[in-house]
């Protein structure tokens, strides 16, 4: 996890800093199974935020490779999860808590 104090033009810089996923790209083949790549803005992290889902094989199981990237007014966020697929509820909870816990001390 990453907390960044940037502000404005930087701060979507910051947010930008990886290309938006295409549509087709929701549905790859790959030499030892299938990936994908999904986005969208997750529910409670600000109409910026990005929510990235990489999905691809390694060693014949499904790992995820989970980026969160939301900004408030002071400061941005990065949250990076890599791991065995895990269900989403878990990265998303632990969102939450880390969000509460830097507005808390930050504001």
């Avoid at 800093?17 to 790549?37: F, H, L, M, N």
């Avoid at 889902?53 to 999860?81: D, F, M, Q």
């Amino acid at each position: 996890m990453e907390v960044i104090q940037v502000t404005g033009p930087t701060a979507d810089q910051y947010l930008d800093e990886s290309q938006k996923a295409e549509p087709e790209c929701s549905d790859i083949r790959v030499t030892g199974g299938r990936a994908s790549v999904l986005e969208r803005e997750l529910v409670g992290f600000g109409e910026r935020s990005r929510y990235i889902i990489r999905t691809y094989p390694v060693a014949g199981k499904a790992w995820n490779e989970r980026i969160l990237l939301y900004r408030t007014p002071r400061y941005s966020v990065g949250i990076r999860l890599y791991g065995p697929a895990t269900p989403e509820e878990g990265f998303v909870a632990f969102a939450r808590e880390v969000r509460d816990k830097t507005s808390a001390k930050l504001g």
